[in-house]
Structure formats: C-alpha cells, structure tokens
C-alpha cells in the first residue's frame, strides 16, 4: 500500500472514531522501532490505533495482519510516547485496530470495522 494510500484511509479513520466520541492526540507518531497511526483519547483512555486496510479477505482480514511482531513495535511506540507526554502516563492505555476492507474506489462502500483492546502486551 502506498503512503498517500495509507494516509487516506488514516484519515477516513480518525474521522470515523471522532464521530465515535474519541480526540485526536496525534497521528503517525515515530519511534525507533515503530509508528503508531493515530492516537486517540476515549474519555480517560488514551488509545493508539493501528489502521490496516485489505481491498478482500482473501488472504486474511485486516485485522489478522497485525502480527505479533507488529504488536511488540506498537507496544515500544506507545512506551516511547508516554516517556515523551508525561502528563499523559496517569491514563489507561489500550491497544484498537481499525480494520478497513473493500475498494478504495468505492469510499461509501468500505467496511469498517473498530476492534478495542485488539491485543494485550504482557
């Protein structure tokens, strides 16, 4: 997937869990290990979002892409922004997906689904 791709559904996105009732923090936040898409607040969560898109599920579903080591570079990320953003560190934190499946073309016809607290670090 294209970055400009990646960006647009990032975008489609964020706007769909503001109309959930979350704020944006940030998006696309760096670390060395890994990015995380979006971050959000959920009332007194902080929640970091990885978007993944699949135009089918022929080869799996977005969701299922997250793989493990996909999950430990978020995991670093988050560690790695809440050492940046002290004031954010007496918040919850949960782990979402954001899994968007069909034609890019069709943006009126993408499935969306929000998968909260997609997986745990332990």
């Not at 964020?14 to 995380?36: C, D, S």
């Not at 007194?44 to 999950?71: C, D, I, M, P, W």
Request: aromatic share 10%; hydrophobic share 45%; glycine share 4%.
């Amino acid at each position: 997937m294209s970055r400009k791709s990646g960006q647009w559904h990032e975008t489609i996105a964020e706007k769909y869990l503001v109309q959930q009732g979350l704020k944006p923090v940030t998006k696309n936040f760096h670390a060395f290990r890994g990015e995380i898409d979006l971050i959000m607040l959920d009332q007194h969560s902080l929640v970091f979002v990885e978007v993944r898109f699949r135009k089918n599920t022929f080869f799996g579903s977005a969701a299922e892409s997250v793989t493990r080591k996909k999950q430990l570079h978020l995991a670093h990320a988050a560690q790695r922004f809440l050492q940046l953003h002290p004031k954010m560190f007496d918040k919850a934190c949960r782990f979402d997906v954001i899994a968007i499946t069909g034609s890019a073309n069709l943006a009126d016809q993408l499935k969306i689904d929000w998968i909260k607290n997609a997986f745990l670090i332990t």
